[in-house]
């Protein structure tokens, strides 16, 4: 037994003893072992008599579960076939991690999806694969393309009223909102499906991380895409934001932008993400990360409030996800959803885990001209070797390993070698979980609380 298979919290009255491999969470009250839990910490030793109480409690391996079992294509759904219909862009972040949509194309390389490689990619992953349970379009931005948005609405509408498919996929998309025609809003309403739109704030915020191409404000735009999808019935509408250092200079807290996102978008749950960028970028939230890690404990703080008060989850996604996983004992040993679960594609009609992965020929899992098998030993072997925690250095001795997620945009990928980028959004996740997991102890302690913390997060 080793020291790293546990985690020792302690904040006042309440200490939390975290079971890194099993996911069990302990309160200790008996003194005497709250005193040798602490000089373990100090002295990075387990004593005999501590090894025979921690030993009742039974530590297993999650490494039989880190390979996937991959059935062959035609019994595999695709979970989501995301289409980056365009290179263009019309905005110009001020972070932007895909060049402006542009990712790594030469000039010459760019080119919108038409309507013949929506045709040829869509009928090539229904032929080889069981099932599409949902497209997503991307770019670039791709109300660029609404056409051809629309076009492949209709195409499964009429896909699935001559008996070709059993069901049409979610259709849904990410858009930054500041073009958006009506007859696309109508279109998402008669399938009852809706969008992500990227926001990063209110007015201030927003204009001075997202102008236009002509360097003016893009927040009054969206409120009217906003608007224009509510007034069409769209109901279905989500929030994506990336968190900056700009927003921790102006004082914008997570509370803030979580409580913004509810009353101006009624979107509880917003996306929010630290940005992906070079630590020495001015945007890089490294640079104020005791401010950060300040708004992230008011924010845990706030979560747990409202869910115990208010009945009502309102916080980032990452962290109900957090909640979630812990409260319920449930472990991922994948960074990120891409892989098997995502994948995306372009106008080259190169198959990727991932539309982060856009133009990056190292990390394609190959073209339409593979077999459906072929295509899905690709994206396993991706899954098993590079979007694998436990082959990841810094994972290794994590205590949140069972329970993190991230973004592989956030990671340096060489081959079969995967290196974070910074080191700040793993901070980030551990003091997440600190602060989780001496909440759940102290809720614990009133069995009235327990009982209305896990019927709120159903």
């Known amino acids: 037994m080793q020291i790293l298979d546990y985690k020792f919290l302690q904040k006042d009255e309440h200490t939390a003893l975290y079971n890194v491999k099993t996911g069990g969470i302990f309160r200790v009250y008996d003194e005497n072992l709250r005193a040798q839990l602490e000089a373990t910490v100090l002295t990075g030793e387990i004593s005999p008599e501590l090894e025979v109480t921690l030993t009742k409690h039974k530590v297993d391996s999650n490494e039989n579960i880190t390979k996937n079992n991959c059935i062959n294509a035609k019994d595999f759904i695709i979970n989501r076939l995301t289409l980056v219909l365009t290179n263009k862009c019309n905005l110009r972040c001020k972070y932007c991690y895909a060049n402006y949509g542009q990712y790594t194309y030469e000039k010459d390389e760019q080119k919108d999806m038409s309507i013949a490689d929506i045709d040829e990619i869509t009928q090539y992953f229904l032929d080889n694969f069981k099932g599409i349970r949902h497209i997503m379009f991307f770019g670039g931005e791709p109300t660029l ?16 009223a001559t008996n070709q498919i059993a069901h049409i996929p979610r259709l849904g998309l990410i858009t930054n909102g500041v073009y958006f025609p009506v007859e696309l809003a109508q279109a998402l309403a008669d399938i009852n499906e809706g969008i992500t739109l990227s926001v990063d704030g209110d007015m201030a915020i927003q204009d001075k991380l997202r102008p236009t191409v002509t360097n003016k404000g893009s927040f009054n735009s969206i409120k009217k895409t906003y608007n224009l999808l509510l007034e069409n019935n769209v109901r279905r509408i989500e929030i994506e934001s990336t968190y900056t250092n700009q927003h921790l200079i102006d004082n914008v807290s997570l509370v803030q932008l979580v409580k913004f996102f509810k009353n101006e978008f009624n979107c509880k749950v917003p996306h929010i993400v630290l940005v992906n960028i070079e630590d020495e970028n001015e945007l890089s939230t490294i640079h104020n990360k005791d401010k950060l890690f300040l708004y992230l404990e008011e924010l845990v703080e706030y979560t747990f409030v409202n869910l115990l008060e208010n009945n009502e ?5 990452i962290l109900a996800g957090m909640i979630n996983k812990l409260v319920k004992n449930r472990s991922n040993h994948k960074i990120c959803p891409a892989g098997l679960n995502t994948i995306s594609i372009g106008s080259d009609k190169k198959i990727q885990p991932c539309f982060m992965y856009t133009s990056d020929d190292e990390i394609s899992a190959g073209s339409l001209e593979l077999e459906g098998d072929q295509v899905l030993d690709n994206l396993s072997k991706f899954d098993d070797k590079i979007n694998n925690k436990n082959n990841l250095l810094e994972c290794q001795n994590c205590f949140i390993k069972r329970v993190c997620s991230s973004c592989l945009g956030h990671f340096n990928i060489k081959g079969e070698n995967i290196q974070a980028k910074s080191e700040l959004n793993c901070e980030f996740s ?15 302690e ?12 159903k």
């Open 145 to 160: 393309q609404s056409d051809k948005i629309i076009y492949t609405i209709n195409k499964f509408k009429e896909l699935k």
């Open 313 to 317: 989850l309102n916080t980032i996604g």
């Open 430 to 444: 551990r003091k997440m979980a600190e602060l989780v997991l001496l909440k759940i102890v102290e809720i614990k």
């Open 446 to 457: 009133d069995v009235n609380k327990w009982n209305t913390l896990l019927k709120n997060l």
